[in-house]
């Protein structure tokens, strides 16, 4: 979607069109590429469909002069990494759509490893609390983490030193947002929407006012930020959207570009 000059009404019904077209799709068969890239790829669209209808229900809910700008940052940007994560996987949509579904068991390591390692813990609140974790989660599927995790762990180990890479690809969000032509979207869009994920600075500047008699602290929203969560929400759905139609032949880039006004 090109970057223009609209207000947050027009973003919030480009939006809404958008999602309209969305919930239109009907998957009749599985893509060529198998089920797992089909389940993928739909769950990545529900996913997207949930994040726009929330900032469209926040909206609703709290107008334009209060809505949680703040918040909608943080739910429209799992939708670029959503947008980068499809489009990278549809270049080799089976064995990627695997080797992401695969992770799932290193992750599961992952998680019941540091459970495990907190059950010794100096602080006696939470050693009584991984215990329990441990006990009612982890303990019943020891076994079955861990045979899982021996199975694939090789799939993801480090060149260097042996260990399992931190994410499925191996790659971070913004190796893979070059490589399917998104390297702008990620050091403009991405890196600004960041700044609410990490709570650094400029999040605490939402709420701040400085005026002629001192600084005041108000849940009051800028208008460039309520309509900077409608535009964010705007390119990112529409650019997936697009290869999603693409991929599963239901509509074209000239549909989605209707939407758009």
Same mark, same amino acid.
């Given at each position: 979607?090109?970057?223009r000059?609209?207000?947050?009404?027009?973003?919030r019904?480009?939006?809404?069109?958008?999602?309209?077209?969305a919930?239109?799709?009907?998957?009749?068969?599985?893509?060529?590429?198998?089920?797992?890239?089909?389940?993928?790829?739909?769950?990545?669209?529900?996913?997207?469909?949930?994040?726009a209808?929330?900032?469209?229900?926040?909206?609703?809910?709290?107008?334009?002069?209060?809505?949680?700008?703040?918040?909608?940052?943080?739910?429209?940007?799992?939708?670029?990494?959503?947008?980068?994560?499809?489009?990278?996987?549809?270049?080799?949509?089976?064995?990627?759509?695997?080797?992401y579904?695969?992770?799932?068991?290193?992750?599961?390591k992952?998680?019941?490893?540091?459970?495990?390692?907190?059950?010794?813990s100096?602080?006696?609140?939470?050693?009584?609390?991984?215990?329990?974790?441990?006990?009612?989660?982890?303990?019943?599927?020891?076994k079955?983490?861990?045979?899982?995790?021996?199975?694939v762990?090789?799939?993801?180990?480090?060149?260097?030193?042996?260990?399992?890479?931190?994410?499925?690809?191996?790659?971070s969000?913004?190796?893979? +947002?070059? *490589?399917? %032509?998104?390297?702008e979207?990620?050091d403009?869009?991405?890196?600004? =929407? $960041?700044s !609410?994920?990490?709570?650094?600075?400029?999040?605490?500047?939402?709420?701040?006012?400085?005026?002629s008699?001192?600084?005041?602290?108000?849940?009051? +929203?800028? *208008?460039? %930020?309520?309509?900077?969560?409608?535009?964010y929400?705007?390119?990112? =759905? $529409?650019? !997936?959207?697009?290869?999603?139609?693409?991929?599963?032949?239901?509509?074209?880039?000239?549909?989605?570009?209707?939407?758009?006004?």
């Open positions: 979607m090109a970057i000059g609209l207000n947050s009404q027009q973003h019904e480009i939006l809404n069109r958008l999602v309209h077209l919930k239109s799709a009907k998957i009749k068969q599985l893509h060529q590429a198998g089920p797992e890239y089909t389940s993928l790829m739909v769950c990545f669209l529900n996913h997207c469909l949930m994040a209808d929330s900032l469209l229900h926040l909206h609703e809910s709290f107008g334009d002069e209060y809505f949680p700008t703040t918040v909608g940052y943080i739910i429209v940007r799992p939708m670029f990494e959503i947008d980068v994560t499809a489009h990278y996987i549809t270049k080799d949509p089976s064995v990627r759509a695997h080797q579904i695969e992770y799932e068991s290193v992750i599961k992952h998680q019941m490893d540091a459970c495990g390692k907190h059950r010794q100096k602080k006696p609140d939470w050693r009584e609390g991984m215990e329990m974790i441990w006990n009612y989660e982890w303990a019943p599927i020891e079955q983490v861990n045979a899982k995790y021996d199975s762990c090789s799939h993801f180990s480090a060149s260097k030193n042996g260990k399992t890479i931190r994410n499925w690809s191996g790659k969000i913004r190796q893979m +947002a070059i *490589e399917v %032509d998104h390297e979207a990620y403009v869009f991405y890196a600004d =929407l $960041s !609410f994920t990490h709570a650094d600075v400029r999040l605490a500047d939402r709420f701040l006012r400085l005026e008699d001192g600084m005041s602290w108000t849940l009051q +929203a800028h *208008e460039a %930020d309520t309509g900077g969560v409608f535009r929400a705007d390119i990112f =759905l $529409s650019c !997936f959207l697009t290869l999603f139609g693409n991929e599963f032949n239901l509509w074209t880039k000239e549909i989605v570009n209707s939407c758009l006004g």
